[in-house]
T-cell receptor, first 114, second 118 residues
Framework: DAMVIQNPRYQVTQFGKPVTLSCSQTLNHNVMYWYQQKSSQAPKLLFHYYDKDFNNEADTPDNFQSRRPNTSFCFLDIRSPGLGDAAMYLC?????????????FGPGTRLTVL | AQTVTQSQPEMSVQEAETVTLSCTYDTSESDYYLFWYKQPPSRQMILVIRQEAYKQQNATENRFSVNFQKAAKSFSLKISDSQLGDAAMYFCAYRSGGGGGSQGNLIFGKGTKLSVKP
């Protein structure tokens, strides 16, 4: 089945130690998104790629970076994780850019910062 | 800026009964889309139902239907014949239908946790 895959499902890192979260998709969708979801809060968009074009949300901290080496893969890099970055990170895709298009979500990676 | 409010942090329903989850939103736009997403425990978020603001007819997907009141900026979700598998966090979401870079951004409410009692 076509799907959005996130690895690992659980990630533990130390304060200040760089960490990379991975997302892959078999849907061949043009758009990939990264969301941050803190406990009991709504998912918050960090950035998205439309093909190779990177779009950063205005309030996304510089500590968060992303790479999309090809259509299938997208990475979230946290350069110096702080305790406040502990959250669930959701990857999503959509076929094209447009308000009506459904976003397909991965199961998320839960990040713990010690 | 657009906001989405879900005023019920938690809801409970008896199996086979009907439950309605509330959602209100604030926007000055006339062209937009509304969504309900379901996030089961430890599983990925999936789309339940969506509504175009320009359509007056309420969307329906099997046991799920919405009550879209555009003037009141209300978008509630009704689940009929509730099943144990409906237990999840439900998020209401808004997306602008206009042009520009923010068109695709989903704005989520804080969610409603639905429990289904056997």
């Amino acid at each position: 089945d076509a799907m959005v895959i996130q690895n690992p499902r659980y990630q533990v890192t130390q304060f200040g130690k760089p960490v990379t979260l991975s997302c892959s998709q078999t849907l061949n969708h043009n758009v990939m998104y990264w969301y941050q979801q803190k406990s009991s809060q709504a998912p918050k968009l960090l950035f998205h790629y439309y093909d190779k074009d990177f779009n950063n949300e205005a309030d996304t901290p510089d500590n968060f970076q992303s790479r999309r080496p090809n259509t299938s893969f997208c990475f979230l890099d946290i350069r110096s994780p702080g305790l406040g970055d502990a959250a669930m990170y959701l990857c999503a895709t959509s076929r094209v850019w447009g308000a009506y298009n459904e976003q397909f979500f991965g199961p998320g990676t839960r990040l713990t910062v010690l | 800026a657009q906001t989405v409010t879900q005023s019920q942090p938690e809801m409970s329903v008896q199996e086979a009964e009907t439950v309605t989850l509330s959602c209100t939103y604030d926007t000055s736009e006339s062209d937009y889309y509304l969504f309900w997403y379901k996030q089961p425990p430890s599983r990925q978020m999936i789309l339940v139902i969506r509504q175009e603001a320009y359509k007056q007819q309420n969307a329906t997907e099997n046991r799920f239907s919405v009550n879209f009141q555009k003037a009141a900026k209300s978008f509630s979700l009704k689940i009929s014949d509730s099943q144990l598998g409906d237990a999840a966090m439900y998020f209401c979401a808004y997306r602008s239908g206009g042009g520009g870079g923010s068109q695709g951004n989903l704005i989520f409410g804080k969610g409603t946790k639905l429990s289904v009692k056997p």
